[in-house]
C-alpha cells in the first residue's frame, strides 16, 4: 500500500529507494495466481505444489534481499507493462516491500517445509496466508507487511546515548 499519496497530474520521478506503487500491485497479482495454482496442485500432486512454492519461495527471497527493482515480477512489469502505462504520479518507498516479500518468504517456506514433510494441510494453510496477503494487496492495495514494517522498524531501533 502506498505510504504517500499525490493528487496531481504531473509524473513523479522515481528514486532508487522509491517505487512506482503500479509495479508492486502488479507482482501481487502475479503471485496471487501462483499461488492459486499451488493451492489447487496441492488438492492432487502435493509433489507439484511443493515444487511451485518453492519457486515463488525463491522470488520471494529475491524480492526481500534485492528490492522490488530486481524482484523477477517487477522487471517483468519494468520491461513489459510500465513502458505502456502514463508516466506514475504515486510513489512508495522500498523498505517496506522488502519487508513484505520477506514475510512472503517466510509463508512460502514454511509451506514448503509442510509440503516436504507430507503435511499438504501445513503447506496449504501457509500458501493459503501468503495467497490472503497478495490478493489483498493487488485488489484492494493493502499490503500488509508494508502496514507490519513501522512497527518492526520500531521494535529495531536502539535507544540513543541521550535516553539512558
Known amino acids: 500500500m502506498s505510504t504517500e499519496i499525490r493528487n496531481t497530474s504531473e509524473a513523479i520521478p ?44 525463491v522470488v520471494f527471497a529475491v524480492g526481500a534481499a534485492l528490492g522490488p ?8 512489469y519494468a ?3 510500465a513502458p505502456r502505462l502514463a ?7 522500498t523498505a517496506p516491500l522488502r519487508f513484505a516479500q520477506l514475510l512472503g518468504f517466510v509463508f ?5 517445509l509442510g509440503f516436504a514433510l507430507g503435511s499438504t494441510i501445513v503447506g496449504a ?13 493487488a485488489a484492494f ?3 500488509l507487511g508494508c ?10 531501533r536502539t535507544p540513543s546515548p541521550a535516553s539512558n
Do not use: K, M
Open 14 to 57: 522515481v528514486s532508487s529507494d522509491r517505487v512506482d506503487v503500479r509495479g508492486p500491485r502488479f507482482a501481487a497479482w502475479v503471485t496471487t495466481g501462483v499461488l492459486v495454482v499451488v493451492l489447487l496442485a496441492a488438492a492432487f500432486s502435493p509433489v507439484a505444489a511443493g515444487v511451485l512454492i518453492a519457486l515463488q519461495a
Open 69 to 76: 527493482r530486481r524482484h523477477p515480477y517487477g522487471r517483468i
Open 79 to 81: 520491461a513489459v507493462v
Open 87 to 93: 508516466p506514475t504520479t504515486e510513489t512508495e518507498p
Open 108 to 112: 512460502a517456506a514454511v509451506s514448503l
Open 125 to 137: 494453510v501457509f500458501a493459503g496466508f501468503a495467497l490472503f496477503a497478495a490478493f489483498l494487496n
Open 141 to 143: 492495495g493493502l499490503c
Open 147 to 156: 502496514r507490519i514494517y513501522p512497527l518492526v522498524a520500531r521494535l529495531r
